[in-house]
T-cell receptor
């Protein structure tokens, strides 16, 4: 595998389910990101992890819980989601620091019923 | 707060035309600007990255320019092809690992 990979690519879940999204980067980077892309809206940054510590959280609801066990892996744990959480969730990675280029994964298309 | 606007929201052209996509941003204190391509339901592919000290970058038929002082960037696509059909996103990096995206321009190139 090369670049940034995400699994699953598609996920359908009920509002009472608990699921997790996984991201893995093979680029030797030390910062990872979760973005949300909803219809008709710009990509929104959700979380930033640098050197496995969360450095930014853009006031995301607590039903989204990130985890970064090491610099290559990032998870987004989901529980009691709402239908409006249906979106494309994109993971990215970069070298830590100011203005470094980010590389994106293919995304997970999430549908909440 | 940085805001990014892309014009037009959608564009339809016949194959072979040269075209320009526009991006503007409100805060000129940026580190760099990236243009991405996104195919339907897919992730983002980075096309060009322009550092704040640069005026333009070229890759094949693509040329991106940056006028930081006026808060503008353009993406020029020469001799468009049906395979160029996608959504093009502009993003500015103006903080510590922070990208702000526009809503994108949806391009359709017809044969």
């Amino acid at each position: 595998e090369t670049g940034v990979t995400q699994t699953p690519r598609h996920l359908v879940m009920g509002m009472t389910n608990k699921k997790s999204l996984k991201c893995e980067q093979h680029l030797g980077h030390n910062a990872m990101y979760w973005y949300k892309q909803s219809a008709k809206k710009p990509l929104e940054l959700m979380f930033v992890y640098s050197l496995e510590e969360r450095v930014e959280n853009n006031s995301v609801p607590s039903r989204f819980s990130p985890e970064c066990p090491n610099s290559s892996h990032l998870f987004l744990h989901l529980h009691t989601l709402q239908p409006e959480d249906s979106a494309l969730y994109l993971c990215a990675s970069s070298q830590r620091g100011w203005g470094n280029e980010q590389f994106f994964g293919p995304g997970t298309r999430l549908t909440v019923l | 707060k940085q805001e990014v606007t892309q014009i037009p929201a959608a564009l339809s052209v016949p194959e072979g035309e040269n075209l320009v996509l526009n991006c503007s941003f409100t805060d000129s204190a940026i580190y760099n600007l990236q243009w991405f391509r996104q195919d339907p339901g897919k992730g983002l592919t980075s096309l060009l990255l322009i550092q704040s000290s640069q005026r333009e970058q070229t890759s094949g038929r693509l040329n991106a320019s940056l006028d930081k002082s006026s808060g503008r960037s353009t993406l020029y696509i020469a001799a468009s092809q049906p395979g160029d059909s996608a959504t093009y996103l502009c993003a500015v990096n103006s903080g510590y690992s922070t990208l702000t995206f526009g809503k994108g321009t949806m391009l359709l190139v017809s044969p």
